[in-house]
C-alpha cells in the first residue's frame, strides 16, 4: 500500500515538478503536494507542516539557499532537498552547509526515493535526539533542585578524594565545621567506610560529631557508592542529616523512664508492705471468726488486698524490665518442679471455679537456664488467666515438652476451653492494660497487666510466646524458652 507523504515542491516548471512526482509514485509513495515560486508561497505552503520540502536550486523569484535561510530564521526542522538541472561541487558543498538534506540531479532521479527516505529517517532521530537530551537536563536540573533545597548536607566525592558535588547546606556547613570524630570535612584522602563503599559495600550509616559554630552537634552520616553505566563505583555520596535534637530527646526520654521507674518501684514496694499485712490478719480474723456475716466482709477484703498486691507485684516486675535491672539468669531452674508447683498454688482456685487441670509434662524434660522466681511468674500468670477465664466444667491442659531433639528449646503451652479471644483483638493482647472486650462485658477482674509481664519476661529469657485462639473457643498461649543443653537430663519415670 502506498505511503503517504506530504510535499512542498519549490520549482517554476510544473513539468519538472511531474517528473519528481511520477519517480516518487513508482518508488511506491502517494505524494500529497504544493508547488510554489516565490518566497511569500514558500512561507505560506510551510503552514501546511510538509514531511520533505524538494527545491529546484535557483529559481527566478528565490533559490534553494533563501529557502534554507527562511527554514532557519523560522526554526522549522523541516528537511530540505536540493533538485537541480545543473551543479557544481562549490554549489552542492554550500548548499550542505547552510542545512540541505542533500542534492541531486534532475536527470538521475533515481535517489530520490532513497533520499527523501534517509532525510526523513535523520530528522526523525534528530527529534528523538533532542527530546532525550531535554529530558536529561529537565531531570538534571529537577535531581539539582532536589539536591540544592534538600535539608540534609550533600557530598559527592571520587575515588581520589576530590569533591564533585556539594549542595547548599554542605556549603553553609563547611566554613564554620570541623569533626571532632572523624577528621574535617575537606580532607582528601578516602577513610575505610568511603573505600569500603568503593570496594563492595551498599551502604554504610554511622554518627558523627561536628563543631559548628563552636557547637557540638551529632550527625547521621549516610554513604553510598555511586554507580555508573557500566556497574563501575567512581565515586562516594554522602548524606548528613543532624540529628543532635532527636538525640537529646532520646536522652530526655531514656531520663523520664528512669525516673518513671524508680517511682513505681518505690511506690511499690512501699505498698507492698502495708498490703502484706492486710492479708496477713485477714487470713488470721478468717481462723478465728465463725460468724457468716464478718466472714464475708473479710473475705473481701482479703481478696482486693489480695488483687492490689497481684497488681504491685507485675508492676514491680515491669519496672525491673524496663529500667533494665540486673538479675540473675544464670539459675538451673527444673521446668518440671515449676510446673508442678504452679499447679498446686492455683490448685483452691480451681477447685472454687471447678476447673479441671491436666499436667502432661514429658519425660526427660531439660532444664532451663535464667531466674527462677521471673519464670515461675509466668507460669503462674498463664495458669490463673487460663482458670480465670474458663467456667465452670471447663478444663486447662498444661504440655511441656522438646518439640524437636535437633534444637534445645523447650516447649510450654496453657490451652483452656474458656471464653476465648476475638482474633481482631489477639495483636493487642500482650500491650499494656490492655484487656478483652469480653472480659470487660463480664466483669472478670484484671489489670491488663500479666500477659506484658509474660512477654517481657520471656523475651528477658530470649524466648518466645504466641496465641492461638478465637472468640468463645479457648485460648492456648506458647512459650517457647531455650534449655540447658549442657545440663544432665534428668530421667523421670
Given amino acids: 500500500m502506498p505511503s503517504p507523504l506530504r510535499l512542498l515542491i519549490v520549482e517554476d516548471r510544473p513539468d519538472d515538478a511531474e517528473l519528481l512526482l511520477l519517480e516518487l509514485k513508482r518508488a511506491g509513495y502517494e505524494p500529497i503536494w504544493t508547488r510554489v515560486e516565490t518566497p511569500e508561497e514558500f512561507v505560506s505552503g510551510l503552514g501546511e507542516q510538509p514531511d520533505v520540502v524538494l527545491c529546484d536550486y535557483s529559481l527566478p523569484a528565490m533559490t534553494a539557499p ?12 523541516i528537511p530540505l532537498i536540493v533538485v537541480s538541472g545543473v551543479m557544481d561541487e562549490d554549489t552542492c ?16 532521479l533515481i535517489r530520490l526515493a532513497p533520499a527523501i527516505e534517509h532525510a526523513l529517517v535523520k530528522r526523525r532521530l ?12 529537565e531531570t538534571a536540573e529537577i535531581l539539582r533542585g532536589v539536591v540544592d533545597h534538600a535539608p540534609a548536607a550533600i557530598c559527592v566525592r571520587d575515588a581520589t578524594g576530590r569533591t564533585l558535588l556539594t549542595n547548599a547546606e554542605f556549603d553553609r556547613l563547611r566554613p564554620t565545621a570541623t569533626a571532632a570524630r572523624p577528621a574535617v570535612l575537606d580532607r582528601r584522602r578516602l577513610t575505610s567506610v568511603e573505600q569500603a563503599c568503593l570496594d563492595g559495600a551498599d551502604k554504610v550509616e554511622g554518627e558523627e560529631i561536628w563543631s559548628v559554630d563552636g557547637e557540638d552537634r551529632t550527625y547521621l552520616v549516610v554513604r553510598y557508592p555511586v554507580v555508573d553505566g ?5 565515586a562516594i555520596g554522602a548524606i548528613y542529616v543532624d540529628i543532635t535534637k532527636q538525640k537529646q530527646v532520646e536522652e530526655e526520654l531514656r531520663e523520664l523512664d528512669r525516673l518513671k521507674g524508680e517511682f513505681v518501684a518505690t511506690v511499690s514496694h512501699e505498698l507492698r508492705t502495708p498490703l502484706t499485712s492486710i492479708t496477713g490478719y485477714a487470713e488470721m480474723l478468717l481462723a478465728g471468726d465463725d460468724d457468716p456475716a464478718h466472714r464475708r466482709m473479710i473475705q473481701v477484703i482479703d481478696r482486693n488486698s489480695r488483687r492490689l498486691l497481684t497488681l ?6 515491669l519496672s525491673k524490665v524496663d529500667s533494665q535491672v540486673a538479675i540473675r539468669m544464670d539459675e538451673e531452674v527444673d521446668l518440671a518442679e515449676l510446673l508442678s508447683m504452679a499447679a498446686g498454688v492455683l490448685g483452691p482456685a480451681m477447685q472454687s471455679q471447678g476447673v479441671d487441670l491436666d499436667l502432661r509434662i514429658a519425660p526427660g524434660l531439660p532444664f532451663l537456664i535464667g531466674n527462677r522466681s521471673q519464670l515461675e511468674r509466668v507460669l503462674l500468670n498463664l495458669l490463673s488467666n487460663a482458670v480465670k477465664f474458663s467456667t465452670a466444667g471447663g478444663s486447662v491442659v498444661v504440655t511441656a515438652s522438646v518439640p524437636d531433639i535437633m534444637r534445645p528449646v523447650v516447649e510450654i503451652s496453657v490451652a483452656d476451653t474458656g471464653i476465648g479471644i476475638p482474633v481482631e483483638e489477639q495483636s493487642q493482647l500482650f500491650t499494656r492494660f490492655f484487656r478483652t472486650e469480653q472480659a470487660r462485658r463480664q466483669a472478670i477482674q484484671g489489670t ?4 506484658a509481664v509474660v512477654r517481657q519476661i ?19 498461649f506458647t512459650v517457647t524458652l531455650p534449655a540447658l543443653t549442657a545440663h544432665p537430663v534428668p530421667l523421670r519415670l
Fill in 66 to 77: 533563501d529557502a534554507l535561510r527562511l527554514l532557519q530564521e523560522l526554526q522549522m526542522e
Fill in 93 to 108: 558543498v554550500n548548499s550542505l552547509r547552510l542545512g540541505a538534506s542533500d542534492y541531486l540531479l534532475k536527470d538521475r
Fill in 126 to 137: 534528530a527529534i528523538q535526539s533532542r527530546a532525550i537530551d531535554q529530558e536529561r537536563r
Fill in 230 to 234: 557500566t556497574g563501575r563505583r567512581f
Fill in 312 to 317: 504491685v507485684e507485675d508492676l514491680l516486675t
Fill in 448 to 451: 491488663g497487666l500479666g500477659l
Fill in 458 to 476: 520471656v523475651e528477658q529469657h530470649h524466648g518466645t510466646i504466641g496465641v492461638r485462639s478465637a472468640a468463645d473457643e479457648g485460648a492456648t
